[in-house]
């Protein structure tokens, strides 16, 4: 008999009966102020927001507009969608009118939510669509706006590959895609998760990055509600506050990237540390050097945190790195639950280098497809693995190494050139806060590579003067690169990744 997978509106009912007075969801608004709802209190709230879903004609299979930040309206919008059976089009709230109304345009989205002080874009893009608009204040606690008469579970429940979510790439190389997620898929990314981060019912996730991404969805959220943990959510990231906040919240998991953590560094004074705090499990993903890593586990009092890797379309982190003796440098090996490999890119052949590759079932371990999109939903995968586009190489413990996108090869005179190689030695250099490379095309050596650095808070003048020097000490020639252009910031996607393709817009003649 063929099991049934388990969906995310059963997740959170079994959870809710299981742990109705345990702390759910703590918001901490922009003003300080904080309000709390146990289990039981929540799924009262998300039973009436989506009974007013309902009352405006929200039916299962629709797809639903969100172009919020953080906040309980996102929370509880994102449970009564699950619970009705419908789809949240998830939209990165500071997103202009051309991309909303992509997005409302290419998801069908009936009906969509804003902020009232952002609701200018967001109207004009629902009009050239016929989406319905309604505001919610992102600090409303009561959610009046949303709330209508209490609704039943949903007969028949949602089925295990009915959406839940459509989430949009990144686009740091191209035009986004639209992901497609199901309830089998939260379930999944919460059970999994849960289990890599070793989390449990007393534990509590703090969540700062954007909800409308996968991180804050698939490894805070669906891993809380999976064991009955609680969530702190904040309206956004800030350094400054953040080792105040999360001592404050008495947080324990914590997930971010890398450009997060050298935020937070910048903003410490070397030799700090956060004894009162209680952290004990920190994901995050990129590469941070060595010394940034030491400091960062320091300030955490202890905690050394565990770099992971995953992508939108794998759900969970097929990667990560283990408990005890976590290595910086390494995303880590496959995480219990989930296939992953290293394939030649010519080939398809098992590898000690080569492109990462995921096996697993569409639409419950792995993403079910980009929307009405075969044509790349079948690009995707070879002979049954899911081709991420990401390179590694493998070490004799199993250990996963990132060795860059398949893009990040430059072919210089006929060389092959890691970025990734380049950018390793730029972030050593003690002037250096961060830096990211792209190749520029050259009539005599076909491209070469070219450095965008970011200077150390309070750097003196002519810091970075010697940076040519630096790399031909370190690299050999055709990968030092032909220019070095100083930037008071990279250009980044909402949760942290270089846009490298408006650096390379920036080298155009």
């Known amino acids: 008999m063929v099991s049934v997978p388990p969906t995310f509106a059963s997740r959170w009912s079994d959870t ?32 009436r927001v989506a009974g007013g879903l309902l009352a405006r004609g929200v039916a299962p299979g629709d797809r639903v507009g ?26 990165d709230p500071s997103a202009r009118t051309p991309e909303l109304a992509a997005h409302l345009r290419r998801t069908g989205a009936r009906l969509g939510f804003c902020a009232p002080e952002r609701a200018d874009d967001y109207r004009a893009a629902a009009r050239d669509t016929g989406t319905t608009v309604v505001e919610i204040a992102e600090d409303d606690t009561h959610l009046s706006a949303l709330l209508g008469r209490a609704a039943p579970a949903s007969t028949p429940p949602p089925g295990p590959y009915d959406l839940v979510g459509l989430m949009f790439t990144s686009g740091t190389t191209a035009e986004p895609k639209c992901v497609m997620v199901t309830q089998a898929n939260y379930a999944f990314a919460g059970d999994v998760m849960a289990a890599a981060a070793e989390l449990g019912p007393t534990d509590r996730q703090f969540v700062v990055l954007p909800m409308f991404h ?33 001592a404050r919240h008495e947080v324990t998991h914590v997930s971010l990237f890398a450009a997060p ?86 080939t398809g052949a098992p590898a000690r280098a080569g492109e990462i590759v995921v096996g697993g079932e569409p639409g419950v371990s792995l993403f079910a497809g980009y929307l009405d999109d075969p044509a790349a ?26 060795a860059g996108r398949r893009g990040d090869v430059l072919k210089v005179a006929g060389e092959n050139v890691s970025i990734v190689e380049i950018e390793a030695v730029l972030a050593e250099h003690p002037a250096v806060l961060e830096a990211a490379v792209a190749g520029v095309p050259d009539d005599v050596r076909d491209e070469v590579p070219v450095a965008f650095v970011v200077a150390v808070p309070d750097a003196g003048p002519g810091a970075l003067d010697d940076l040519a020097d630096w790399c031909a000490a370190r690299l050999a020639k055709a990968k030092r690169p032909a220019r070095y252009e100083l930037v008071a910031e990279l250009p980044r996607t909402s949760v942290g990744k270089i846009r490298k393709f408006l650096l390379t817009e920036r080298t155009a003649p």
Do not use: K
């Open 261 to 346: 953590i050298r935020m937070i560094l910048a903003r410490t004074e070397a030799g700090d540390t956060a004894a009162e705090l209680r952290v004990r499990h920190c994901w995050y993903a990129q590469n941070v050097t060595d010394e940034q890593y030491e400091r960062f586990a320091a300030l955490l009092g202890g905690c050394r945190p565990r770099q992971l890797y995953g992508m939108t379309e794998t759900i969970p982190a097929v990667l990560t790195n283990p408990t005890v003796a976590p290595l910086p440098r390494s995303m880590g090996r496959p995480t219990p639950g989930c296939v992953v490999a290293v394939h030649d890119a010519a």
């Open 214 to 246: 996968a991180n804050a969805q698939y490894y805070s959220f669906a891993s809380a509600i999976a064991v009955g943990a609680s969530v702190v959510l904040l309206p956004a990231f800030s350094a400054s506050r953040f080792v105040a906040q999360a």
């Open 377 to 402: 939903t079948a690009a995707a995968y070879r002979d049954g693995w899911f081709v991420t586009g990401d390179r590694a190489r493998v070490d004799a413990d199993g250990h996963f190494h990132f």
């Open 66 to 91: 969100i172009a919020l930040r953080n906040s309980p309206a996102y929370v509880a919008l994102w449970l009564a969608l699950v619970r009705v059976g419908a789809a949240m089009v998830c939209s």
């Open 16 to 47: 809710v009966t299981a742990h109705p007075h345990a702390l759910f969801l703590v918001w901490e608004a922009p003003d300080g102020e904080v309000t709390r709802w146990t289990y039981a209190e929540f799924d009262a709230l998300v039973a």
